[in-house]
């Protein structure tokens, strides 16, 4: 009786133990995709320029500009769209998964007029007070690319 005790106990914890690391593996890409976002943010607050050419999808027509122009445009457009406030509410309060289920009827047009592959692409999503917050990011290699931010920085605030 002791042995089927201690075996029930150790089958358990073994059990308890994968369940623990396959949710932890789950949630890599959408750990991984906020840490991209926060970068992103942080870059902007801080005015790294040349940061945010290796974390931003640049649009197709701003892509024969200088590097200079480049990274003036996108400081320029997101400044009002995302903020670290905005980020850590999309991290507590946001949806995230494959931009086709997060944006199914806009996510194939953002990945087109990106030129980017809509298969490899991931979102976050979050409403307040009538406005939606969209990141739309793409894994490329090893990393996440963000191609499309809107409203991340009217999102601060939400408990």
């Not at 200088?66 to 003036?72: I, Y």
Request: glycine share 6%.
């Amino acid at each position: 009786m002791k042995n089927l005790k201690r075996f029930v106990v150790v089958a358990a914890t073994a059990l308890t133990v994968c369940g623990v690391f396959i949710f932890w593996q789950h949630g890599q890409p959408r750990r991984e995709a906020l840490q991209e976002v926060s970068q992103l943010a942080g870059n902007l607050a801080t005015h790294r320029g040349s940061e945010l050419l290796k974390t931003v999808v640049m649009p197709a027509a701003i892509r024969t500009q200088t590097q200079g122009e480049q990274q003036e445009f996108i400081a320029k457009a997101l400044a009002d769209e995302i903020s670290p406030e905005g980020v850590l509410a999309l991290k507590q309060h946001a949806q995230f998964g494959l931009a086709k289920s997060i944006f199914p009827d806009e996510y194939a047009s953002w990945c087109q007029q990106a030129g980017i592959d809509a298969d490899n692409c991931v979102a976050f999503k979050m409403e307040r007070a009538g406005i939606r917050a969209e990141i739309l990011l793409v894994h490329e290699g090893q990393n996440y690319r963000v191609v499309r931010c809107n409203n991340v920085k009217q999102m601060a605030g939400v408990n």
